[in-house]
């Protein structure tokens, strides 16, 4: 049954916020279904390969997350035109792939399509427009253009903080901002940022943020606090 179906895929995108396993098998079992009753290119299978690939993405198999984006992306072009906010969701998740992977020139390509689709269709204060600059900020960052880079991030912090649904999006400005602050030798400012993104996680539980970014953002403190000279209390924990 369809509803049959659409639940399963619902609990396939529960599980992955929970880092449960059994996404991958609930998001496979719904594409099989949507491939064999809407055809290979409906938009539903390009929406189960957009989740499936997000799935994979996170598990870091990062080859087959890549081929999914991209498939994803021909069937919301086929199905709805290049122009579309389906399309720009999978370019900037390949771009988040790419950022990862450090592939940094087709992640600035694809996530500058993302925002320049997103900017003719939503509100210039739309959430998922300032996701797509925090990403653009990293990237940029990464190429050493830190100029810019703070300024993507700080407008991304500004939505984040106007919009406090959003703690992952806060915790990745604070924690670019952070890094920028490092580069420049500015210790205690880099520190303080931190230790801020780290006083979201408890107003909102890790359920709302990617194991991938508390990673990164646990042993991003961890080496600051080091080179200060100082242990990292939490280890103890």
Do not use: C
Request: glycine letters at 6%; charged letters at 30%.
């Amino acid at each position: 049954h369809p509803w049959v179906v659409r639940l399963r895929a619902t609990l396939g995108r529960v599980e992955f916020q929970r880092g449960d396993s059994a996404a991958e098998r609930q998001l496979r079992s719904a594409l099989a279904v949507f491939e064999r009753h809407g055809g290979p290119n409906s938009p539903l299978v390009g929406g189960m390969l957009n989740g499936l690939a997000l799935v994979l993405d996170e598990q870091r198999r990062f080859p087959e997350a890549r081929e999914l984006y991209l498939r994803a992306i021909a069937i919301f072009e086929h199905n709805h035109g290049k122009r579309h906010l389906n399309v720009a969701k999978s370019l900037h998740n390949l771009a988040e792939l790419e950022l990862e992977l450090g592939e940094l020139e087709p992640a600035h390509e694809h996530i500058a399509r993302a925002i320049e689709i997103q900017a003719e269709r939503l509100d210039d204060h739309d959430p998922s427009l300032a996701w797509n600059r925090s990403t653009l900020a990293e990237i940029e960052r990464r190429r050493g253009h830190d100029d810019v880079a703070e300024q993507l991030y700080r407008q991304a912090l500004a939505r984040a903080y106007a919009s406090p649904s959003h703690p992952e999006l806060a915790i990745r400005a604070l924690q670019g901002l952070a890094e920028l602050a490092w580069a420049r030798g500015e210790l205690d400012v880099a520190r303080e940022r931190l230790e801020l993104a780290a006083t979201i996680i408890p107003m909102f539980g890790t359920s709302h943020v990617k194991m991938r970014t508390l990673a990164e953002l646990e042993f991003t403190l961890a080496r600051l606090l080091a080179l200060q000279g100082e242990p990292d209390a939490r280890a103890g924990r």
